[in-house]
Each structure stands twice: as C-alpha cells, then as structure tokens.
C-alpha cells in the first residue's frame, strides 16, 4: 500500500502519518488473506509482499491477537456479528488506539474511529 493511495481518505492518511506508532493487526491481514482467496480482493502481487510493503512504507508494526483480545469479544455488545470486526474493536479497546475505517457501524462501539 502507498501512502498516496486513493482509497484511503485525506483526513485519514493525514492522522495515520501523526501518530507515533501504526500497527496493523493480523486479524486485518488474515481478512485480507481469505479475500484474496475467495477473488473480492486483488492485490497484483503477494500478500505476504503488500504486508511488507505496508509495514515498511508506513514504519508499522504487527498487532498480535492476544487471549485478553478474545475474551474481551465477548463484552461487547451484539450490534455487529462480524467476527473479524469484532476482535478487531476489541484490541482498539484494550490497546485504546483508534480504527481506521470507512464503515460507520463501528461508530456505534466504544472506539476512535479514523476516516
């Protein structure tokens, strides 16, 4: 992924470069994997290169899924049933770092979303 890149929001590219440490989280890439797979995503060239790519061009760095982010899951509320968004909310909580997404739903969880 660019930084230029034109999926993503001005407003969000302009916060993502602010912040002091830019983590992906493997949930993210492990979507991004079965994607790929089942043809809704093309990336033109390995995921195992676009990560790469992503955590060298932005300095980022790997979120682990951890046990206390799977137990947290089950605290949330049920306003969304997507598994991946869900652990994804809650490293946002216990980590208290932001989401950078365009899906609004999000907005209705105790979390920073950026877009």
């Not at 049920?78 to 909580?93: G, K, M, S």
């Amino acid at each position: 992924m660019e930084r230029n890149n034109p999926k993503l929001s001005a407003k969000a590219l302009k916060i993502i470069l602010a912040e002091p440490v830019l983590y992906i989280s493997q949930i993210s890439v492990w979507e991004l994997a079965i994607k790929v797979k089942t043809g809704k995503l093309d990336l033109d060239q390995a995921l195992s290169v676009f990560i790469e790519s992503f955590l060298n061009s932005f300095d980022a760095e790997l979120l682990d899924i951890s046990l206390p982010h799977i137990y947290q899951t089950q605290q949330l509320p049920l306003h969304h049933r997507d598994p991946f968004d869900r652990l994804l909310i809650a490293q946002a909580n216990i980590e208290q770092i932001p989401i950078v997404s365009s899906d609004e739903w999000f907005d209705q969880y105790e979390v920073q979303r950026i877009w």
